[in-house]
């Protein structure tokens, strides 16, 4: 662990010892460990700023100089994943990076973003938002005399993909909505996601292969019942 001088005292590292916390707890690791050098107590005080206590071992340096090091120890319980309903505006950064190809010129605002019935969703390791999905009040176009949810905009960014978040916070999302009175969920699917929903309890609609207008990429829709 090391800062270069024009960045210390600042919130830098800070900030990379967060995300390498967020990153272990993705690993399903609960706790970081490390060994600070006894004469060196401004790094010990910025380690237990940060969290780290240390848990009383030592280790003598090899090295010949008797250098002595305090072993510490950071919980980060509280980098595990979770899901909160957030305001629509917190998901935009990852609408846009993993949608939309990180384009600053691609709207990635939705007329119904503000409506009450609108639901948005953020995945959280630690404060980091990794995975999003926005549901809207809308009925399913192969039902539309029933009441249903669209799911949009969901994406889990690239470095925890695989890690069973995207699953985790749907299965929040169907949770909450229960007791909305909606009868299902349905959304236009990329092709290439399409093994993901089906291994989440999903199923495709029959003959519902497209081409979205908006970004020109194959898709079917998809759907599931409200547990």
Known sequence: MYVSASARGGETARALVDEVSAWASSEGVDALHLYVSTSMPRARA????????????TLTS????ARVFEEMRRDISDFAFGVRSVSPATLYDLRRRVLRGDDPNVEVSNPGD?????RHYGGYLGP????????????????PDESAYQLRYMATDYDVQGKGFGSELLEWVLHDLSGRGASRIWANARVSAVDFYVAS?????????????ETGIEHVVIQRPMV
Do not use: C, Q
């Open 46 to 57: 910025f380690y237990v700023k940060a969290g780290f206590i240390a848990d009383g071992a």
């Open 62 to 65: 090899n090295r010949g100089d």
């Open 114 to 118: 503000d409506l009450a019935s609108t």
């Open 128 to 143: 980091r938002v990794v995975v999003s999905a926005s549901l809207y009040a809308r009925p399913a176009p192969f039902a």
């Open 201 to 213: 309890g999903w199923r495709v609609v029959d003959n519902s292969w497209h081409i979205s207008a």
